[in-house]
């Protein structure tokens, strides 16, 4: 079983930067996604960022792109969302997740995971974090 732990939340003026954590811990032992998901009130979960922690795929929601970054520090299982230019829309209560079955296996394969699992309403991924708030006030 893998435990998922975020930090790094809190609020920022508009047009300012916050930078989440999350550190894997349990079984890891092969290549895995791992990503965010925004819950914004009153909408359903939706994914925003992942990355294939053997390189070669990521994803970022159309929303975010240009302005936050994914990386991954493999040995710590460690992984840092840079979110910068922040707005008023992307208020909301950050999740890590990470999938070690469907999503790799489709990457590995040259699919393309990330609109189906990483889509809207998502909430069957292998491991969750507890979540995290982002306020950013105008």
């Known amino acids: 079983q893998v435990q998922l732990a975020e930090s790094g939340g809190g609020s920022v003026q508009a047009g300012g930067s916050l930078r989440l954590s999350c550190v894997a811990s349990g079984n890891i032992y092969s290549y895995y996604c791992m990503g965010w998901f925004r819950q914004v009130p009153g909408k359903e979960r939706e994914g925003i960022a992942g990355i294939y922690t053997g390189g070669g795929s990521s994803f970022y929601h159309d929303s975010v792109k240009g302005r936050f970054s994914l990386s991954h520090i493999a040995p710590n299982n460690t992984m840092f969302l840079q979110m910068n230019d922040l707005k008023p829309e992307d208020t909301g209560t950050y999740y890590c997740?990470?999938?070690?079955?469907?999503?790799?296996?489709?990457?590995?394969?040259?699919?393309?995971?990330?609109?189906?699992?990483w889509g809207v309403g998502r909430k069957d991924l292998d491991a969750w974090g507890q979540g995290t708030l982002v306020t950013v006030s105008s």
């Open positions: 997740a990470a999938d070690f079955r469907r999503c790799p296996m489709r990457v590995e394969v040259g699919g393309d995971p990330w609109p189906t699992l």
